[in-house]
């Protein structure tokens, strides 16, 4: 006669916490016996945003209106602190496993805009999933601009007044 054991299976327990809602800022992504681990969806867009900024041909982040705003806020003392420039033309929904992400970005005039997208992808799908440990499941490139390199909208443009009287 064979004498079968049985081996209890682990059992998934389905909690409702503060920490797992989908409307909390700060998502589940490490739970275990000694604790758990809750990332921000603000440090998802900030290594997303850092991520994309790495590769060569992206000229900036954000449509027009945000570029602006951002440009403003580099001028006001402590406004340019450098967290709000990671975030600008990014936007990331998190879940408890999953991460997606939108980027807004300007490229660089001459840049193959195909493979520019391909690296920003892979390079924004890797940091995330690196540190993060969540699954990234899709990475959304919206090219807004591109920035030609002999007009900068950076530089102001000198006026030039003549007086109607002599």
Do not use: C
Request: proline share 4%; glycine share 10%.
């Amino acid at each position: 006669m064979t004498e079968s054991t049985s081996t209890p299976t682990p059992t998934t327990a389905t909690k409702t916490t503060p920490g797992a809602t989908v409307s909390s800022p700060a998502r589940l992504a490490d739970e275990s016996s000694q604790g758990r681990t809750t990332i921000a969806a603000s440090v998802v867009q900030k290594i997303a945003g850092i991520a994309a900024r790495e590769i060569s041909g992206v000229h900036a982040m954000g449509g027009g209106v945000s570029r602006a705003f951002g440009a403003i806020r580099e001028r006001i003392p402590g406004g340019g602190a450098g967290g709000a420039a990671n975030i600008a033309g990014v936007q990331v929904e998190v879940g408890e496993k999953q991460a997606a992400v939108d980027l807004d970005i300007v490229v660089e005039y001459g840049a193959s805009i195909v493979e520019l997208a391909r690296a920003v992808r892979r390079n924004v799908i890797t940091a995330v999933e690196r540190m993060t440990g969540l699954e990234v499941i899709e990475v959304n490139i919206a090219v807004n601009d591109i920035h030609l390199p002999d007009i900068d909208g950076d530089e102001e443009i000198p006026t030039v007044q003549t007086a109607r009287v002599e």
